[in-house]
């Protein structure tokens, strides 16, 4: 189930912060419990809880006391802010310097941008 | 309610010149579940049964909430030391087991011994010397579970268990622990399976202590760093390398510390992959043959 790079409490942390990008917990929605977590993926609580403190620390998440977790309501529009922030660095000039490596002019790029993009740009 | 486990200097002799266990030190706080690791003869055992107060150490103290183990009535029955083959008679019968094991346990919970003996198909009235190898290991962790002991111990207690059995064995063991913390110890050689299970894990080598740490932050600190030959040698300066492989003009190493963001990024640019070492394998380079231990030992 975890084999990437990243330690298994980032991972659970990404999961859940990937889940409030696409919409598939709202804000102000409770997430799973530490040990719900632990029990699905078969980790210790110890690792998960890891995961929820990042989220926490973060702001992503707050803690309802005696309830549970809970999605801030500023969450979504934060992580969008940081993926747009990291995206030029971590996805367009990896692109790029692929391209570069085997020979992809930049115009041959855009094209196909332009062609993916067509429906909706025009 | 959860207890603490201190060991200060233990050390136990063999004989008079064999060390089985040579100058170890550690806590292990209540609550936890714990990762012994070793290799064949490294001492975990031993030291499992000093835990168990099956056996009395050589020198040092060990003090299980605040007190020493060994032929002490309170402590005694705190501790659950569940080994592949430990049972007193071969001719007992599993119901005759389950019933001294109830008496033994001021925590045991006679319904989900009944649950555990149910799934794992255990007939009761069957002798243990009748049951095959895997029936027997699922007798222990039966009774390792059931005991709700403060601290249990499973000594290598499923190696016998088929893989289905294993994994059942895993979940139940989770899902028991989150609903009555206690300090569980597991020590295996099955380490892919477990790992993700421990807390926190301890690792013996020849009798001693090498490292006890918790187990996400020891997986961070391996890395497997592959590319061309020079690059790798360079990005290496001052890591402490545990193993190193030569294809032709590309290096493989795998380095134990902390990378760093900087040396992560530098890595990338000089077209370098870096991937994680899981636990087993880190395992198996820290106890290989030939590694000075000074070099390893980290807080």
Known sequence: MFDDRSPIYQQIADGIKNDIVSGVLGEEEQVMSTNQYAAFYRINPATAAKGFQLLTDEGILYKKRGIGMFVSPQAKGMLLEQRRERFFEEVVDKMAAEAKVIGIPVMDIVKRLEQLNGGEEQ | MTITIEVSRLGLLYDKSAKALDDVTFRMEGGKIYGLLGRNGSGKTSLLSILASFQQQTSGEVRIDGEAPYENERIVNQVCFIQENGYLSESFKVRDVIKLASDCWPNWDADYADRLLNQFELPAKKQIMALSRGMKSALGVTIGLASRAPITIFDEAYLGMDAPSRYYFYEELLKDYMEHPRTIILSTHLIEEVSDLFEEVLILDKGKLVLQEEADKLRSRGSAIIGP?????????????????????????????????????????????????????????LTRKGIGSDERKHG
């Not at chain 2, 190193?244 to 963001?261: C, N, P, R, W």
């Open chain 2, 229 to 285: 030959a020079d690059a790798v040698d360079q990005f290496a300066e001052g890591l402490t390398i545990l193993s190193e492989q030569k294809l032709g003009g590309t290096k493989s190493i795998t380095v134990f510390g902390e990378l760093g963001a900087e040396r992560e990024k530098r890595a990338t640019a000089d077209g370098l992959t870096i991937g994680p070492v899981s636990l087993q394998d880190l395992f198996v380079h």
